[in-house]
Structure formats: structure tokens, C-alpha cells
């Protein structure tokens, strides 16, 4: 009897040590389900192929790529269409995509790395570390060219940045100017905390470059350039490979063609997410911009947010630290979206009980609580903890097509 009990003890402590925590969180992905366990329907599976299929047939998209993992399991991860329609070379699950506005959320784990380690405080002005922000002004009237000013109402703090709360915006630009070409990522920032702010931070939301200041706090705090944190804290950690700003030429081959929609047709245009990734010059990386990547790389840092900050075997946050971040940070006011829901770096879903518009990439499918975003050229994601599942889209094609949102009905149409 003594026995037995001593074996059930020992299997009892290994299973609390699947990933040094008692959940279980799953350190790696399986590439085969038990569907069963799951409760996936893998008869309905069929119907993400032919949605996605038709699209490329129809010459809607030129290519989708997918990764749906429940608990861990992937049930779907698979390549449709072509990474070059013109030369019809057939999309890999390993090609490399722009990213866009992805590298947002990154930058934004980053930070947040840094807060956990007591160098700064949410609600600290950012003018404590960047006295270029003192004396913030915000724009009134209707003349940009011409704005008037006047004192800002509250200094802008970290958490405004991280939740685009900051008023921050992009300086006016007469028709034909551009904006300058800078070198580094402290050369930008230092130069875009002097433009008037749009609003007063805190009372509004609007998606903007906020997020290259979070990446100069990064650098800022921890002495080295963001580029090189990302790659020492956060891909090499996870086991995220090939994510990067600049490449070495033996890898243009496996970059997917981006591709706009004119008149109808798709037609390949020379537009990158950030710098060039091929350019000599390869100081600057922006925090809003300017990562490529492959699909499961980012499902790697997906996941690494639906286990609370644990992936691969390393920490890379603290869970409180992402309660913290799936927190709405928005105020409501006259006019603003009641159902749009923002927290620290990712949009919020509010669940199904809201009255959701789906022709804004908010399908009612998708759990209350959920997290998301996506980038300017149809990368996207949810991360849903209701249903312990990550469900990513990748596509290199601009303006937006409904392809996400039908996508997340067939995806979520498989659970039992």
C-alpha cells in the first residue's frame, strides 16, 4: 500500500512539471491532434480549404497560408495559392512574410519585459526619459499647415503608448513632401515627440507611431538596439527563426510577392514593411513596422501569449503582466466605439453579447477576451483563451479583402 502510494505521488509531481507550472501549458506545437481529446470536428476541416481554395481560384487573394493550433495541437497548417503568381512558383509553409503592424505587439512584450524588471513605472511621463517630450502642445483648429496650440490638458505616459492613447501622430505634410529618411531609431523618435499631439492623451484612441517610441524605451532601457533584444529576448527564447528586419541575399527567394488590387487584377508592387530587408544600410528598426517573418514563428509568440508567458521552455512574461495588457485601456467618450476594445499592444474582442460589425474584422465567432491584431497587408491573428486556440491567416495582399472574417467561421465551426 505504502508503495502505491509513493507512485502516485511521483506521478502526480511529474505531472506538475510539464512546463514548471500546474497548468500544462503545451512548450511546443504536435503536428498530430487528437482530435478526439480536442473536440474538433476533423471532418469539417474540409471547409477552411474551399473557402481559401476559391478565393485564390477566383483571384481574390494570390496566396493563404494558415495555423490554427487548439491546446497546443495544430489542426490546421496548410498553403494555398502561389508566393509568385507571375512566375507561378507555389507558396511554402516556410516562405517569409511582410508583416507590417505584427511587429506592434512584439515591440510592445518587449516593454514590457523591461517593466517587469523595475526600470520604469506604467504611468511614468515619458518626458522623465525623453526630455524632448517636455511641455507637450495639442493641435486645435482646422488648419494643419497652420495649427494652433495649446498646453497639453496631462503629461503622456508609457501606458499611452503602449495602448495608442498618446495623441501622438505623424508631423503635416505639405502635398509632394516626404517625410525625412533617418538613420536610427533614436533620430526618428527625438523628432517625432516635438509634433503637436492630435488630442489630449488618455481621452481618445488613434493608431499611430506611438509604438517606434516603445521601441526607442526599449533600447533605452536596456542599452542595446532593438533589434538586438528582439533577437536575445524574444526569437532566440521562443525558437523563432528567420524573423527579422534585414536578410542576407540567400533568402530573397523565399520572400512572397505582395500584391495590390488594380482594376480588378492583382498586380505585384515593390512596397516593404519598414526599410528594404536586402538594404546595406541596417541601423534603423522601427517598433511599429519593418519585421518579416514566417507564419509559425509567429504563431510561436502567439502562443507564447496564450500560455501566459511561457513557450519553448522559456519565460518571456509574467502571467499577471499579461492579465495586465488584456486589460481595456480606453475611456468611453461622445462618439467613440463602444465595442472597440484596446489593451497593451492588442486589441480585446468583447464577445459575442456585443453587437459586432463583421465588416470590420470583428466576427462574432471569436470569444470574449480574446486578443488580436494584424498588419497592413493581411497578416492576422486571434488568440482566444476561452477556447485555448491561436488562429493565424497570412496573406501579402492590399486593400483588405472579407477573407478573415469568413476564415474565422470555418475555423470556429469545427469545435464541438
Known amino acids: 500500500m505504502k508503495k502505491l502510494f509513493y507512485l502516485l505521488l511521483v506521478l502526480l509531481m511529474v505531472s506538475f512539471q510539464y512546463d514548471g507550472t500546474t497548468k500544462g501549458y503545451p512548450q511546443s506545437f504536435s503536428e498530430q491532434p487528437d482530435y478526439a481529446a480536442l473536440q474538433v470536428d476533423a471532418s469539417r476541416l474540409v471547409r477552411i480549404d474551399s473557402l481559401l481554395q476559391e478565393y485564390v481560384d477566383k483571384g481574390i487573394i494570390p496566396h493563404a497560408l494558415t495555423f490554427v493550433a487548439k491546446s497546443g495541437q495544430v489542426i490546421h497548417n496548410k498553403a494555398f495559392g502561389w508566393r509568385d503568381i507571375e512566375s507561378r512558383t507555389p507558396l511554402q ?76 501622430s505623424y508631423p503635416y505634410l505639405a502635398p509632394g513632401e516626404k517625410y525625412k529618411d533617418y538613420g536610427t531609431l533614436e533620430e526618428l523618435v527625438k ?144 462618439g467613440s466605439d463602444k465595442n472597440f476594445r484596446f489593451g497593451l499592444g492588442f486589441q480585446i474582442y468583447p464577445g459575442g453579447s456585443e453587437n459586432w460589425d463583421v465588416n470590420h474584422g470583428a466576427s462574432p465567432m471569436v470569444s470574449h477576451g480574446a486578443l488580436s491584431w494584424g498588419g497592413m497587408a493581411n497578416t492576422d491573428y486571434i488568440i482566444d483563451y476561452k477556447e485555448d486556440m491561436i488562429i493565424l491567416l497570412y496573406t501579402n495582399r492590399i486593400p483588405d479583402t472579407l477573407v478573415w472574417e469568413k476564415f474565422l467561421n470555418t475555423v470556429y465551426q469545427v469545435l464541438e
Open 191 to 334: 523628432d517625432l515627440v516635438q509634433v503637436p499631439l492630435a488630442y489630449d492623451p488618455g481621452t481618445n484612441w488613434n493608431y499611430h507611431p506611438a509604438s517606434d517610441v516603445c521601441g526607442y524605451l526599449v533600447e533605452y532601457f536596456s542599452g542595446i538596439s532593438l533589434q538586438e533584444y528582439l533577437r536575445k529576448f524574444i526569437f532566440e527564447p521562443l525558437g523563432i527563426k528567420d524573423m527579422a528586419y534585414y536578410y542576407d541575399a540567400s533568402y530573397k527567394n523565399r520572400f512572397v510577392t505582395i500584391y495590390n488590387e488594380h482594376e480588378g487584377k492583382l498586380i505585384p508592387v515593390d512596397m516593404w514593411s519598414g526599410r528594404n530587408p536586402f538594404d546595406a544600410d541596417r541601423r534603423l528598426a522601427m517598433a511599429g513596422t519593418g519585421l518579416n517573418g514566417t507564419i509559425e514563428g509567429y504563431a510561436r509568440f502567439c502562443q507564447m501569449m496564450l500560455n501566459y508567458g511561457k513557450f519553448n521552455g522559456n519565460r518571456i512574461l509574467g502571467r499577471r503582466t499579461i492579465e495586465i495588457m488584456a486589460k481595456n485601456q480606453l475611456q468611453p467618450h461622445e
Open 93 to 168: 509553409k516556410d516562405d517569409i512574410f511582410r508583416m507590417y503592424s505584427q511587429t506592434k505587439a512584439i515591440a510592445t512584450v518587449a516593454l514590457m519585459q523591461l517593466f517587469e524588471q523595475g526600470k520604469f513605472q506604467l504611468d511614468d511621463p515619458v518626458s522623465t526619459y525623453i526630455p524632448e517630450m517636455t511641455d507637450q502642445v495639442v493641435v486645435e483648429g482646422s488648419d494643419p499647415a497652420n495649427p494652433e496650440t495649446r498646453k497639453a490638458a496631462s503629461p503622456v505616459l508609457i501606458r499611452h503608448l503602449m495602448a495608442h492613447t498618446s495623441g501622438i
